[in-house]
């Protein structure tokens, strides 16, 4: 029998996809209900491998979803809840078209809430997975923390934005989890590291709120993403909280309950309120201690461990360690012109204590005329009333800090002073393999010596000291085990020579020696470590362990080795041009002052 | 003797002549006998007692009987037509009557779905004699369990909003089995997890989502952003990102005039008149045009002759010279290459070396080349914006700050980029949103015109003017 002619598209790519038209078909619901639920859910349209076929043929570029994400969507108990809803508005419209408001009130009232704390957990089925996807979430959150009630954004986003922002920044001050920040133009970028993931988020400056133009952004997918992360963001709060032992939900000022929310219209007096609740500390669980501190990196010797990634990472701990509390038992006063959020909640990270002027804004701590103050933040050329009892400094020194790990000297940031650079924190690592000159080396590590004249020479010494090295090891078969032999032999010999004094019959020493060999105890001699020999032996791990490298990736490990001498040799010559120039500009003066002293002197004998 | 009937063969092909030749009457008969034992109840099985009566009295008291009935019959009769009317009330009306199946014959459709009858549900009437009942304590417990239920859903969603409110709940903390579909019921801690899963229902039970597009996963939300773009940046990154910003505007710009060149660039411009022109001398092709002396033919060159446009081809046949001419150098030119190519194998075998390493060189040079368009090609595919959609996703532009603006201090910062706008974008490239042009919707035009009486021209205007300054 002829088998029944398989249909085209039937199955392979064909079958995979599916239009967006066809699953609003399949699912039964509006554009506007299927946007809201793929959001929702997590679903995306796809890009397939041969578009021609996933579309079944048709041309143009459809959107397509796969079939078996449509299917997910199908088992969803939210959909009934949707199609509900669409009945409930059409009973309201109904009412409104009656005119029976009674009514009208009743159903908004009684308004439907999607319940979507399942899909929050179905999506991030652990806390990490939640902490992953952050970045997101908080720069959206933050943006519409700055919303005033728009027209496709429910009432009551923005505000629960702002609580839960708050909310959030708390957590990272009771963390002390902030680890980098960059002012840039666009906003401040805060980098926090939460259980072990870095969380990148951008926060605007805070302007008046500038109007968005329509045709830009499509304001109800973008709420719709905001509906999902508020939701999202609460329980991470939630959990961090309590990871925290803090009590959930904080109680905050009175500006960001739910219900208060027509009292503050005036903008300014909001971003002050939102400020004030920052300088405020979250109450803790009864009988609950600190958070302990973590315990110093484990150290698990695994074989491949390199031992430089070790020391680095050792090194990375006790600077954070460093950082968490850089600020610990500071006191800041900042002043009126600074933009103070960003401030209060990095010095406040960091363990400090802020105050601001307590006329014009709400929540200061203490006044300005407190003398245990050790920095005032001031943005202005000059200043009347000055303490002397501490420093008038620039936020930019605030920022710069943070970066570096450590309270950089302030003479470059007092007050009046032309700033140096704000530099970036977020470099990837090539970047440290590119010439940098002496003063921008001084500028990103403050440990790093004062430019001097024979600090290039220095350099080169050492780089000359680490070829010879290099040299040196192929010479040498570096190899403890053999240099222990060596001395064994040495002190067996020397033995020998003492009992060859005795000088009888040289037939029985013989034997007797052989004995006395045989049982003889020498005494143990220490195993003294070479630093120089273990180094070689080190470099000659390494390269066994290169030769190790997979043939998949062995060009790729080549290529980036390669590159990596080149910049290195790319550094060294221009250190050393550098280091010529500088010695010749030295030369150069020195000339000069013993030109100018002759001519003096001669001028005097003249 | 009895005759053996000779078996006479029909054909019995269709129906017809299946009837015709076939004796079905037994058949007939027994399926009647059954429809009407369906329809009246089988004699075997019933009891006697149903089918026979014992007869206990004579023929006389039989007919003593119906005489007696009779008479008693008209004795209970009752008097009134009223009471006679409420008698038959109960009974169904004979126009009905034959609706009421009679057949024994059971319903195939066992599982008929029910309609409710006309009168079961609640009328006005009824529901305000429901609501008096009500009134008087009728249904208590039945209020009583409303009022219950009330509560219970109202609690429920009470719950549910305060979740959103304050997020009481530990979402991470323990494996939560709502999550997983099964129903509310039956999370106790009494229930073992296999009978859990055992009876998640069917439609909510998981099925596994598919991995996220690959370029949700791999690509960053917030990217890092340029150092040049700090607000009080060193020289050189500034620089560079100027920089950056300029070859972006280089490029689009090379674009936008290949576009142009492209397309507007390829047609001439004509200027009016040309037009016109053009358009005289197309329109007048093949009309008779006035007779111009300098374009007649010149008679000088003609010699009278007839000559065709396109001369026939003559078949000239090569003589047998021509034929060894040809073929001789043909036989040459072949005897020449081949030489030539003998001489390059003798001379080959002393260029050995040097072939060798001009293939080892082009081996390496495409050997690297590969690698280059390899890498090449990843970097393309981890950054290619993917198309979603007949709309294009919007390219990163190069952020640009005005050297002007940057003042050095957090007070004056002055930003030009939306950031919304910047989200909206990120996720666009991201694959997480389709590409999109907002559609505005068209306002629909109004025409403006005057009602008839309300027109007011100039001359109404003027009218008016003129009648004021005569009254002053």
Redesign the interface.
């Given at each position: 029998m002829v088998s029944k002619k398989k249909k085209k598209y039937s199955s392979g790519e064909g079958a995979q996809f599916m239009t967006r038209k066809a699953a609003l078909k399949k699912l039964q619901l509006t554009l506007k209900d299927f946007r809201r639920i793929c959001i929702l859910k997590?679903i995306?349209?796809?890009?397939p491998r041969n578009r021609k076929r996933a579309q079944k043929g048709a041309g143009?570029?459809?959107?397509?979803y796969?079939t078996?994400?449509i299917?997910?969507l199908l088992?969803e108990?939210i959909l009934w809840k949707l199609r509900e809803l669409k009945t409930y508005q059409q009973k309201i419209r109904k009412a409104r078209a009656m005119r029976e408001y009674r009514q009208m009130r009743r159903y908004l009232r009684d308004y439907p809430?999607i319940?979507i704390?399942?899909i929050?957990?179905?999506r991030?089925p652990?806390?990490v997975d939640?902490l992953r996807?952050l970045?997101?979430c908080l720069?959206?959150c933050f943006?519409f923390s700055t919303f005033p009630s728009l027209k496709r954004v429910p009432r009551d986003q923005s505000m629960l934005c702002r609580r839960l922002t708050v909310e959030f920044m708390h957590a990272v001050i009771a963390a002390k989890a902030l680890r980098k920040v960059?002012?840039?133009?666009?906003?401040y970028?805060y980098q926090v590291e939460i259980e072990g993931q870095t969380i990148?988020?951008?926060v605007?400056?805070h302007?008046s709120f500038?109007p968005?133009s329509?045709?830009?952004?499509?304001f109800k997918?973008?709420s719709t993403?905001v509906e999902f992360y508020t939701?999202m963001l609460?329980?991470v709060?939630?959990?961090l909280y309590?990871s925290l032992n803090l009590v959930?939900?904080p109680k905050l000022t009175a500006a960001f309950s739910?219900d208060s929310d027509k009292d503050l219209v005036d903008e300014q007096q909001y971003v002050s309120e939102r400020i004030a609740a920052m300088n405020i500390p979250v109450v803790r669980i009864t009988g609950a201690n600190e958070v302990e501190e973590l315990p110093e990196i484990d150290i698990f010797n695994t074989e491949d461990e390199d031992p430089q990634k070790l020391e680095e990472a050792k090194e990375e701990a006790e600077k954070v360690k460093k950082l968490k509390t850089m600020f610990k038992g500071l006191k800041f006063y900042i002043n009126r012109?600074?933009?103070r959020e960003p401030l209060v909640f990095i010095i406040r990270c960091f363990g400090g204590e802020v105050s601001w002027d307590k006329d014009h804004f709400v929540g200061a701590t203490f006044d300005e005329s407190d003398e245990s103050i050790a920095y005032q933040i001031v943005?202005r050329p000059s200043m009347e009333k000055q303490y002397l009892s501490r420093y008038y400094i620039?936020?930019?020194w605030v920022f710069d800090s943070v970066n570096a790990r450590t309270l950089l000297p302030i003479n470059k940031y007092l007050m009046g002073a032309?700033?140096p650079?704000?530099?970036?924190p977020?470099?990837?690592k090539i970047r440290d393999q590119v010439y940098k000159p002496p003063e921008?080396r001084e500028l990103l590590d403050p440990n790093l010596k004062p430019l001097n004249d024979d600090e290039g020479s220095d350099t080169d010494v050492e780089e000359a000291s680490d070829e010879d090295a290099e040299e040196k090891e192929e010479d040498s078969d570096g190899d403890p085990d053999e240099a222990l032999a060596k001395q064994y032999q040495q002190e067996v010999e020397d033995e020998s020579s003492t009992e060859d004094e005795d000088d009888i019959d040289p037939e029985k020493k013989k034997i007797a020696k052989e004995k006395k060999k045989a049982m003889a105890v020498t005494t143990g001699v220490p195993h003294k470590e070479h630093p120089y020999q273990k180094e070689i032996e080190d470099k000659q791990a390494f390269r066994l362990r290169e030769k190790l490298v997979r043939k998949k990736h062995r060009?790729l490990y080549k290529s980036m080795k390669a590159g990596q001498e080149k910049r290195k040799k790319e550094i060294w010559l221009l250190r050393k041009k550098r280091r010529l120039l500088d010695e010749k500009a030295k030369e150069e003066k020195k000339a000069e002052k013993r030109k100018q002293r002759n001519q003096a002197l001669e001028a005097a004998s003249a | 003797m009895s005759v053996v009937k000779k078996k006479k063969h029909v054909s019995k092909k269709n129906k017809k002549a299946w009837r015709k030749h076939c004796d079905i009457r037994d058949v007939e008969d027994f399926l009647e006998e059954q429809r009407l034992d369906e329809r009246l109840g089988k004699f075997d099985t019933k009891p006697d007692s149903e089918l026979f009566v014992v007869d206990t009295q004579g023929d006389d008291d039989d007919k003593a009987k119906d005489i007696k009935s009779e008479t008693s019959e008209k004795v209970v009769k009752p008097t009134s037509a009223k009471e006679r009317k409420r008698q038959q009330l109960s009974k169904t009306p004979k126009c009905y009557e034959i609706l009421i199946p009679a057949s024994k014959v059971p319903d195939p459709n066992a599982k008929r779905n029910h309609v409710n009858p006309v009168g079961s549900r609640p009328t006005a009437l009824s529901k305000i004699t429901e609501k008096k009942r009500e009134e008087k304590g009728k249904f208590e417990k039945k209020v009583e369990v409303a009022r219950k239920n009330r509560k219970i859903a109202l609690d429920k969603k009470r719950k549910a909003k305060s979740i959103r409110n304050n997020f009481d709940l530990d979402l991470w903390g323990q494996d939560l089995p709502e999550a997983k579909g099964i129903p509310e019921t039956l999370c106790d801690d009494f229930i073992p997890p296999g009978a859990l899963l055992h009876n998640v229902l069917p439609q909510q039970r998981l099925r596994p989502k598919p991995p996220p597009p690959k370029t949700i996963v791999t690509r960053s939300a917030v990217d890092t952003p340029h150092p040049g773009i700090s607000y009080n940046p060193s020289f050189k990154e500034h620089q560079e990102l100027l920089q950056e910003v300029v070859q972006h505007e280089q490029k689009m710009m090379k674009r936008e005039a290949h576009l142009l060149r492209v397309t507007t660039g390829m047609f001439s411009k004509v200027t009016p008149e040309q037009k016109e022109n053009q358009w005289r001398e197309e329109m007048s092709v093949g009309l008779p045009q006035p007779h111009n002396p300098a374009n007649d033919p010149s008679d000088n060159e003609t010699d009278n002759e007839y000559k065709a446009v396109n001369p026939p081809v003559k078949n000239k046949k090569k003589d047998h010279k021509a034929r060894r001419k040809q073929k001789e150098q043909l036989e040459e030119k072949e005897r020449l290459k081949r030489k030539k190519i003998e001489k390059k194998k003798i001379s080959d075998l002393y260029r050995l070396r040097q072939l060798q390493s001009t293939i080892s060189k082009t081996e390496t040079r495409q050997a690297e080349d590969r690698t280059k368009r390899v890498t090449k090609r990843k970097i393309e595919e981890a950054t290619a914006l993917p198309a979603l959609n007949a709309h294009k996703t919007p390219k990163k532009e190069p952020e640009y700050v005005d050297p002007e603006q940057l003042s050095g201090d957090l007070r004056t910062i002055k930003s030009t980029t939306n950031l919304l706008r910047d989200r909206f974008e990120s996720l666009q490239r991201r694959g997480a949103l389709a590409a999109s042009k907002l559609m505005m919707k068209k306002k629909r035009k109004l025409k403006s015109y005057f009602k008839a009486g309300h027109k007011v021209t100039e001359k109404d205007i003027e009218r008016y003017v003129t009648r004021s300054a005569g009254k002053k």
């Amino acid at each position: 029998m002829v088998s029944k002619k398989k249909k085209k598209y039937s199955s392979g790519e064909g079958a995979q996809f599916m239009t967006r038209k066809a699953a609003l078909k399949k699912l039964q619901l509006t554009l506007k209900d299927f946007r809201r639920i793929c959001i929702l859910k997590g679903i995306y349209p796809r890009e397939p491998r041969n578009r021609k076929r996933a579309q079944k043929g048709a041309g143009g570029i459809k959107t397509l979803y796969h079939t078996k994400d449509i299917k997910f969507l199908l088992h969803e108990p939210i959909l009934w809840k949707l199609r509900e809803l669409k009945t409930y508005q059409q009973k309201i419209r109904k009412a409104r078209a009656m005119r029976e408001y009674r009514q009208m009130r009743r159903y908004l009232r009684d308004y439907p809430d999607i319940n979507i704390d399942h899909i929050v957990k179905e999506r991030y089925p652990t806390f990490v997975d939640a902490l992953r996807d952050l970045d997101d979430c908080l720069t959206l959150c933050f943006l519409f923390s700055t919303f005033p009630s728009l027209k496709r954004v429910p009432r009551d986003q923005s505000m629960l934005c702002r609580r839960l922002t708050v909310e959030f920044m708390h957590a990272v001050i009771a963390a002390k989890a902030l680890r980098k920040v960059f002012v840039s133009v666009k906003g401040y970028y805060y980098q926090v590291e939460i259980e072990g993931q870095t969380i990148t988020w951008i926060v605007p400056h805070h302007f008046s709120f500038q109007p968005q133009s329509k045709d830009e952004v499509d304001f109800k997918i973008m709420s719709t993403f905001v509906e999902f992360y508020t939701m999202m963001l609460g329980f991470v709060n939630f959990k961090l909280y309590h990871s925290l032992n803090l009590v959930y939900p904080p109680k905050l000022t009175a500006a960001f309950s739910a219900d208060s929310d027509k009292d503050l219209v005036d903008e300014q007096q909001y971003v002050s309120e939102r400020i004030a609740a920052m300088n405020i500390p979250v109450v803790r669980i009864t009988g609950a201690n600190e958070v302990e501190e973590l315990p110093e990196i484990d150290i698990f010797n695994t074989e491949d461990e390199d031992p430089q990634k070790l020391e680095e990472a050792k090194e990375e701990a006790e600077k954070v360690k460093k950082l968490k509390t850089m600020f610990k038992g500071l006191k800041f006063y900042i002043n009126r012109e600074v933009p103070r959020e960003p401030l209060v909640f990095i010095i406040r990270c960091f363990g400090g204590e802020v105050s601001w002027d307590k006329d014009h804004f709400v929540g200061a701590t203490f006044d300005e005329s407190d003398e245990s103050i050790a920095y005032q933040i001031v943005d202005r050329p000059s200043m009347e009333k000055q303490y002397l009892s501490r420093y008038y400094i620039q936020p930019q020194w605030v920022f710069d800090s943070v970066n570096a790990r450590t309270l950089l000297p302030i003479n470059k940031y007092l007050m009046g002073a032309v700033l140096p650079p704000h530099l970036s924190p977020f470099t990837d690592k090539i970047r440290d393999q590119v010439y940098k000159p002496p003063e921008e080396r001084e500028l990103l590590d403050p440990n790093l010596k004062p430019l001097n004249d024979d600090e290039g020479s220095d350099t080169d010494v050492e780089e000359a000291s680490d070829e010879d090295a290099e040299e040196k090891e192929e010479d040498s078969d570096g190899d403890p085990d053999e240099a222990l032999a060596k001395q064994y032999q040495q002190e067996v010999e020397d033995e020998s020579s003492t009992e060859d004094e005795d000088d009888i019959d040289p037939e029985k020493k013989k034997i007797a020696k052989e004995k006395k060999k045989a049982m003889a105890v020498t005494t143990g001699v220490p195993h003294k470590e070479h630093p120089y020999q273990k180094e070689i032996e080190d470099k000659q791990a390494f390269r066994l362990r290169e030769k190790l490298v997979r043939k998949k990736h062995r060009n790729l490990y080549k290529s980036m080795k390669a590159g990596q001498e080149k910049r290195k040799k790319e550094i060294w010559l221009l250190r050393k041009k550098r280091r010529l120039l500088d010695e010749k500009a030295k030369e150069e003066k020195k000339a000069e002052k013993r030109k100018q002293r002759n001519q003096a002197l001669e001028a005097a004998s003249a | 003797m009895s005759v053996v009937k000779k078996k006479k063969h029909v054909s019995k092909k269709n129906k017809k002549a299946w009837r015709k030749h076939c004796d079905i009457r037994d058949v007939e008969d027994f399926l009647e006998e059954q429809r009407l034992d369906e329809r009246l109840g089988k004699f075997d099985t019933k009891p006697d007692s149903e089918l026979f009566v014992v007869d206990t009295q004579g023929d006389d008291d039989d007919k003593a009987k119906d005489i007696k009935s009779e008479t008693s019959e008209k004795v209970v009769k009752p008097t009134s037509a009223k009471e006679r009317k409420r008698q038959q009330l109960s009974k169904t009306p004979k126009c009905y009557e034959i609706l009421i199946p009679a057949s024994k014959v059971p319903d195939p459709n066992a599982k008929r779905n029910h309609v409710n009858p006309v009168g079961s549900r609640p009328t006005a009437l009824s529901k305000i004699t429901e609501k008096k009942r009500e009134e008087k304590g009728k249904f208590e417990k039945k209020v009583e369990v409303a009022r219950k239920n009330r509560k219970i859903a109202l609690d429920k969603k009470r719950k549910a909003k305060s979740i959103r409110n304050n997020f009481d709940l530990d979402l991470w903390g323990q494996d939560l089995p709502e999550a997983k579909g099964i129903p509310e019921t039956l999370c106790d801690d009494f229930i073992p997890p296999g009978a859990l899963l055992h009876n998640v229902l069917p439609q909510q039970r998981l099925r596994p989502k598919p991995p996220p597009p690959k370029t949700i996963v791999t690509r960053s939300a917030v990217d890092t952003p340029h150092p040049g773009i700090s607000y009080n940046p060193s020289f050189k990154e500034h620089q560079e990102l100027l920089q950056e910003v300029v070859q972006h505007e280089q490029k689009m710009m090379k674009r936008e005039a290949h576009l142009l060149r492209v397309t507007t660039g390829m047609f001439s411009k004509v200027t009016p008149e040309q037009k016109e022109n053009q358009w005289r001398e197309e329109m007048s092709v093949g009309l008779p045009q006035p007779h111009n002396p300098a374009n007649d033919p010149s008679d000088n060159e003609t010699d009278n002759e007839y000559k065709a446009v396109n001369p026939p081809v003559k078949n000239k046949k090569k003589d047998h010279k021509a034929r060894r001419k040809q073929k001789e150098q043909l036989e040459e030119k072949e005897r020449l290459k081949r030489k030539k190519i003998e001489k390059k194998k003798i001379s080959d075998l002393y260029r050995l070396r040097q072939l060798q390493s001009t293939i080892s060189k082009t081996e390496t040079r495409q050997a690297e080349d590969r690698t280059k368009r390899v890498t090449k090609r990843k970097i393309e595919e981890a950054t290619a914006l993917p198309a979603l959609n007949a709309h294009k996703t919007p390219k990163k532009e190069p952020e640009y700050v005005d050297p002007e603006q940057l003042s050095g201090d957090l007070r004056t910062i002055k930003s030009t980029t939306n950031l919304l706008r910047d989200r909206f974008e990120s996720l666009q490239r991201r694959g997480a949103l389709a590409a999109s042009k907002l559609m505005m919707k068209k306002k629909r035009k109004l025409k403006s015109y005057f009602k008839a009486g309300h027109k007011v021209t100039e001359k109404d205007i003027e009218r008016y003017v003129t009648r004021s300054a005569g009254k002053k």
